[in-house]
């Protein structure tokens, strides 16, 4: 028997890795992750610039170890980034991290203790609950719903357990989909400056809008350091070259960059290099531009199916962008309880309750459109609602 430490010994996989080891079956129709279409990744360009790259009579340096901060080539274009998206960054306000992950990892490395407080949006990312977990931290879910966070209750929790940290995905929300309206923004940073909580900006999917009007992010709100922005390149460039930033107050991100040295001294210098490259040379906006228009023709797609086949007695949500759709069924099913059934007919889905800090949603789901083309879409959409129509009406019939 060995013994683990409290803080993994009674954790468990996230729900998403679990089912990925289902889906790889070639008849598997996945909704469960959340990874980008294969088709949408920029194979070639990134093989020719690691080629270039790598040619360079100092290309060594890239198979080296390099400093923690990242390396200045990808430094300086990530700057340029952010400034093109309203945030103004200097080297010693951002640090560059293995994967949104990481840098939520760190933000609690650098300010939970055991029993601290967190406050989270009810549902949000699952593997953030699960972070918070290792760091011994008391997670509190607040209410949500289309208008995005409900003022009051975070006023009123944020009152009674003076949190350290607020974590919100405010931009196509995982799992939800949803966008936290401007004034809701507003209000959000306005109560956390009040009561001394630092807001984590989680944004990995802002840029894949599809419909609707742009919301300015939280940190482009943020006049005195309340927000740490991190955004990822994992859903608009390649998931494994593993590049994202942290952005914040240079005291913060400090604390990220020695939280970063002990747990894996710097991203590989060839992933940055490659990364720092694709943005200096153009071609983040014409490959993400081309990506927006699969995704948006598989959202489009999914959601025709979802209206020409579910019953009226479920409910979801209807994203301006993201990867996710939000589903909640009569509150008599259990979504999980059904994941068995829906598997066996090669459909595979993330039933909801893990998206709450309190274990509850027990009859939602989350549904991913980016990874199934549209023929599977329609399918499995096909599938799924014969299922819950079945279930529903043996509730009604007793």
């Not at 890239?62 to 400093?67: A, F, M, T």
């Not at 274009?77 to 560059?96: D, F, H, M, P, R």
Request: some cysteine; hydrophobic content about 40%; charged content about 25%.
């Amino acid at each position: 028997m060995y013994s683990f430490s409290d803080k993994l010994k009674d954790l468990n996989g996230a729900a998403t890795r679990e089912i990925l080891k289902l889906t790889s079956r070639p008849d598997m129709i996945s909704f469960a992750g959340g990874m980008p279409a294969a088709e949408c990744l920029p194979r070639e360009i990134i093989a020719g610039i690691s080629a270039e790259v790598l040619s360079r009579p100092d290309a060594s340096r890239l198979l080296q170890y390099g400093q923690t901060e990242g390396l200045p080539e990808l430094n300086a274009e990530l700057i340029n980034y952010l400034a093109s998206i309203g945030i103004k960054a200097s080297t010693e306000t951002v640090q560059v991290v293995s994967g949104g992950q990481q840098g939520l990892d760190l933000m609690c490395k650098a300010f939970i203790n055991k029993g601290d407080v967190i406050l989270v949006e009810n549902p949000t990312y699952l593997a953030f609950l699960q972070i918070a977990k290792t760091y011994e931290a008391k997670v509190i879910g607040v209410n949500s719903g289309d208008d995005g966070l409900d003022l009051g209750d975070l006023e009123q929790k944020l009152k009674a357990h003076r949190p350290k940290l607020l974590y919100a995905v405010p931009t196509f929300s995982n799992p939800t989909g949803r966008t936290y309206p401007l004034e809701n923004r507003k209000g959000i940073i306005e109560l956390c400056k009040k009561y001394g909580t630092i807001i984590i900006e989680d944004d990995p999917y802002g840029r894949l809008r599809y419909t609707g009007e742009a919301v300015p992010l939280m940190k482009t709100l943020d006049d005195d350091g309340t927000v740490v922005y991190i955004t990822s390149f994992s859903k608009t460039v390649a998931p494994s070259l593993r590049i994202a930033l942290c952005c914040g107050p240079a005291e913060i991100i400090r604390k990220v960059s020695i939280g970063k040295q002990g747990a894996d001294v710097q991203n590989p210098a060839l992933c940055q290099m490659i990364m720092a490259e694709y943005l200096k040379r153009g071609h983040f906006l014409p490959v993400l531009q081309s990506n927006i228009e699969v995704y948006r023709a598989r959202r489009d797609a999914f959601l025709k199916a979802l209206d020409e086949n579910m019953p009226k007695e479920v409910k979801y949500t209807r994203p301006d962008g993201g990867l996710f759709i939000w589903m909640e069924l009569p509150e008599y099913i259990d979504a999980a309880a059904l994941l068995p059934e829906a598997l066996k007919k090669s459909v595979a889905y993330i039933n909801g309750n893990e998206f709450y800090a309190d274990g509850s949603g027990k009859n939602t789901l989350r549904l991913n459109f980016s990874n199934s083309d549209i023929s599977r879409i329609q399918n499995g959409v096909k599938i799924l609602s014969e299922l819950f129509s079945t279930k529903i009406k043996e509730y009604k019939h007793g």
